[in-house]
């Protein structure tokens, strides 16, 4: 009785805790290709606020720290709201809880003027920032206004068994964790590969203008990934793609930021 109730527990918490984008894979394989981006002078002046520690070193920072009493204000900062339109606008922005174009916009007009700032307030913002470009560019952390993300699917494992999985977890880390076993510098190197001209082109814009292009591209997960729906391996072939695309672009983007801020 007493193992059947923890497994109950545990069960109740998988469902209702939580949800991370990306997973430490996806946020560190982000980082990593946004570091191999960065000017040298970039990257220096950068790792001196982080204490010597590489972006990729933080990446998942966030997370870890989101329910501590010391940034448990930064909890609802993990997700970006869109309208009909797929555009984000400062009406979605809910004052209490915020969302991470608005922890991003917060932390990069501190960064602006970072040399005015101790180091301390430097390296926190610095952290948001990495995480937060991460997390803006994940399907499951994309909250749109016309469609319900609140449900399960049946996710198969490599050996073909259904799994009962929030579809957010699915997104978040199943579809990677099922594809790819490569260390975060591997899989880095498979997707840093395009010219510098497409890459400068994927970096252009705002985080605004990320963020709808990201609602635009992200928006096929409700076809692929219906409520209850199984989803084996014709799914990892369209999905994997997707979310190989969305962090390649979000580590463009963020060595972008990031080298317009530090270089």
Known sequence: MKKLLILLLCSALFHSGPVFGWGREGHETIAKIAERNLTKRAKKRIEKYLGGHSIVYYAKWMDEYRKTPEYAFTDGWHTAPVDARLHYSDELLNPKRGNAIYGLESA??????????????????????????????????????????????????????????????????????????????????????????????????????????????????????????RLGQDFLNKALPLVESQIRKAGYRLARLLNGLFD
């Open 108 to 229: 990069i007009r501190i960064l602006e003027n970072y040399r005015e700032q101790s180091d301390s307030t430097v390296a926190v913002n610095l952290k948001y920032v990495i995480h937060l470009v991460g997390d803006m560019h994940c399907p499951a952390h994309i909250k749109y206004a016309t469609h319900d993300m609140k449900y399960d699917v049946l996710f198969e494992d490599k050996y073909r068994k259904a799994h009962k999985f929030y579809v957010h977890s699915v997104w978040d880390n199943e579809i990677i964790t099922v594809s790819r076993i490569w260390s975060v510098s591997e899989w880095a190197d498979e997707l840093d590969r395009l010219p510098k001209s497409d890459k400068q082109a994927i970096a252009a814009g705002t985080p605004r203008d990320w963020l709808h292009d990201a609602a635009v591209c992200c928006e096929v997960q409700f076809e692929w990934a219906k409520p209850d729906a």
